[in-house]
């Protein structure tokens, strides 16, 4: 999967940034609504960087949601995006 340099989410444009890890709070990604800017660590690939992706998506689209349940809708929504061949 090409990761886009930006996307489009709810109507803002969003640039997507690799960055070294001392440069994200914690975890391995970060989204950033002052800049809206996600953040994700260089040493991420494959899976788990389109996982990280979908995640930091996820909280661009609504800023309100917990941890973890960002967490859920993204690993829920990344196995069916893989199971039924979108991605
Ligand atoms: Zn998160």
Redesign the pocket.
């Known amino acids: 999967m090409t990761i886009p340099k930006q996307l489009k989410i709810g109507g803002i444009l969003v640039d997507v940034k690799f960055v070294d890890d001392e440069d994200i709070n914690k975890?391995c990604?970060e989204?950033n609504f002052k800049t809206n800017t996600i953040k994700i660590s260089n040493r991420l690939n494959g899976n788990n960087l389109e996982l990280t992706l979908l995640?930091?998506m996820i909280?661009h689209i609504d800023p309100a949601m917990s941890?973890s349940r960002?967490?859920l809708y993204?690993r829920a929504l990344y196995q069916a995006l893989k199971d039924n061949n979108f991605i």
């Open positions: 975890d990604g989204a995640h930091e909280h941890e960002v967490e993204s």
